[in-house]
Structures are given as C-alpha cells and as structure tokens.
C-alpha cells in the first residue's frame, strides 16, 4: 500500500513539475479533461489518491496529515462530477486568461504536496547515533 502512496506522491511531483516547467503544455492535457469523460477520469484518479492517502496514513510519518489530504482529495473527487462541464471549461478559460502565473502557482502547489507525501511514507528517521550502534 505503501508503494501506491508514493505513486500518488510521484504523479503529484509530476504534474507540479508539469506546471512549473511547461505551463502551456499543462493547459493543453487538462484541456483533454473538458469532456464527460474526462470529469469521470478526474473523478476516479482523485477519489482513488484519497483512498490510497487515507490507507496508508497510519503507516506514515505524518498521518493526520495524510488524512487531511486524503479527505481533500476525496471530497474534491466527490464534488466534481457536480462541478459539470460548463463550470470547468470556465474555470479553465479563467485560469488560462491570467497567463502562466496562476498554472505555475498551482504547479508550485501540488510539487510541495507532493514532496510532503514523498517525506511522510519515506522510511523511518534514523540518527546518527542508531546508525552507529
């Protein structure tokens, strides 16, 4: 379980990274997203991260942090089916409006939530002084 949170922690670096780096790139593949489908996608990848962020929280450095955005993400996953087509289009047409400033936050954004992930499964702190022991 754990390697699927780490997963979820890579494919979170990625898309930040995606967004700090390539921000045009970036509108591009979410435009891929404006369809009933591709909510459906949306829905599933981010309801199964805060599945998986719920799962392996107790496993982790960091677990009630884990749960936060476990529980984040599951209501984010949740809603947008509601959230409807109309209503993402415009969301994307205003953040493509603002230029790549508002990609790159949300880029820098989801690179730091998933460095948190990353560290808080990463294995367990060890001292210099259990190592030399």
């Given at each position: 379980m754990k390697l699927l949170g780490l997963l979820v922690a890579g494919s979170l670096i990625c898309i930040g990274l995606l967004g700090l780096i390539a921000p045009y790139r970036f509108l591009t593949a979410a435009e891929y997203t404006l369809t009933p489908n591709g909510l459906y996608i949306i829905t599933a990848l981010r309801v199964g991260f805060g599945l998986?962020?719920?799962?392996?929280?107790?496993?982790?450095?960091?677990?009630?942090?884990?749960?936060?955005?476990?529980?984040?993400?599951?209501?984010?996953?949740?809603?947008?089916?509601?959230?409807?087509?109309?209503?993402?289009?415009?969301?994307?047409?205003?953040?493509?409006?603002?230029?790549?400033?508002?990609?790159?936050?949300?880029?820098?954004?989801?690179?730091?939530v998933g460095g948190l992930i990353a560290y808080a499964l990463a294995g367990q702190r060890r001292s210099l002084l259990n190592i030399l022991h």
């Open positions: 998986v962020l719920l799962g392996v929280s107790s496993a982790s450095r960091m677990p009630k942090t884990l749960r936060v955005f476990g529980i984040i993400a599951l209501i984010a996953g949740l809603t947008t089916p509601l959230l409807g087509i109309d209503r993402a289009r415009a969301i994307f047409n205003w953040s493509s409006v603002y230029g790549t400033g508002v990609i790159r936050a949300w880029g820098v954004i989801a690179l730091a």
